[in-house]
C-alpha cells in the first residue's frame, strides 16, 4: 500500500470513527446504548416468530443518524415508521425514541 493510499484509508477510517462516535454522543445515544445492549433474545420475546433481524439492523442505523445529525424526533419517528412494525414495537421499548 502507496502512502498516498495509506493517508486515504487513516482519512477514511478517521471518518467513520469519529461518525460513530457522535452518534453514541448525540441526542438520541442513551437510547442507542439500551437498543444495542439488547440480546436476541430480548428482540425475539418482542417480536416473536418475526424475521426482525432486518427491522434491528434497519433500526440501528436510523437511529445512528439521527443521533449524529441531531434529528427531530418528529423525524426520527418517521424514519423508524418507515422500516415498519418491527421496528416500532422494539423502538417503544427502549423509550424517548418515539
Do not use: H
Not at 52 to 60: F, G, K, M, W
Amino acid at each position: 500500500m502507496g502512502s498516498s493510499q495509506r493517508d486515504e484509508w487513516c482519512q477514511e477510517l478517521d471518518q467513520i470513527l469519529k461518525s460513530g462516535r457522535k452518534a453514541f454522543e448525540g441526542q438520541y445515544g442513551d437510547q442507542l446504548k439500551k437498543l444495542e445492549a439488547m440480546s436476541r433474545s430480548d428482540i425475539d420475546a418482542l417480536v416473536p416468530g418475526a424475521p426482525n433481524t432486518e427491522a434491528y439492523d434497519a433500526l440501528l442505523a436510523v437511529i445512528r443518524t439521527a443521533s449524529a445529525r441531531n434529528w427531530s424526533q418528529a423525524r426520527l419517528r418517521e424514519g423508524i415508521e418507515k422500516i415498519g412494525d418491527i421496528a416500532v414495537n422494539i423502538a417503544s421499548v427502549v423509550g424517548g425514541l418515539l
